[in-house]
């Protein structure tokens, strides 16, 4: 098995990582997410439809073990009305297992993205963040993307305050 595999038809493992990742945000005081919240009827719509994505890794017996998950997306009416469909790739709901942490799996994601959009002709990623969150806004900036404004989206009974990003390629 190759070191990293990408299936985008694996929604249990999709959503225990979701939830797994959640947990531990609510567990050390930095809930982003309410748990009850993420299920398939809230994520999965015709713009997610085959785009939540679930990188597997190699365990040391060769095993692929699921450890991150992320949504690509092509059109995202609610947090991109203004992004005209099939120009961006638009990157929502990353989580990295605890287990996981410190193995540059971020990177990982972020190559594949890139390489899904580059099928497409596409040379532009966007995604967006809790603008409470400096620590993982500065993660994001430091792997190349530029901060380009803010807006208060609504979902789910939430409301959010996003700083969206953009990285060009």
């Known amino acids: ?11 249990d493992d999709f959503l225990h990582i979701l939830h797994e990742v959640g947990q531990w945000l609510v567990d050390s005081g930095r809930e982003m997410w309410e ?6 009827d809230n994520l999965v719509d015709e713009y997610t439809e085959d785009n939540c ?3 597997y890794a190699s365990a040391p017996d060769g095993a692929a073990v699921p450890a991150a998950t992320f949504i690509l997306q092509w059109e ?3 947090y991109y009305p203004d992004v005209p469909p099939n120009t961006v790739g638009i990157i929502h709901k990353v989580a990295i297992r605890r287990a996981f942490a410190g193995q540059h799996l971020f990177q990982t994601i972020l190559d594949f993205c890139q390489a899904e ?7 532009e990623i966007q995604l967006e963040t809790d603008a409470t969150r400096p620590a993982l806004m500065q993660f994001y900036e430091r792997h190349g993307f530029e901060p380009t404004y803010q807006r208060t989206i609504h979902e789910f009974g939430q409301t959010f305050v996003c700083q969206y990003y953009r990285l060009l390629f």
Not at 35 to 40: D, E
Not at 117 to 123: D, E, F, M, P, T
């Open 117 to 123: 959009c580059l099928k497409r002709g596409i040379h």
């Open 76 to 78: 995202d009416p609610l």
């Open 35 to 40: 748990i009850r919240t993420l299920t398939l």
């Open 1 to 11: 098995m190759p070191a990293h595999q990408f299936r985008n038809d694996r929604p």
């Open 53 to 55: 994505y679930v990188l």
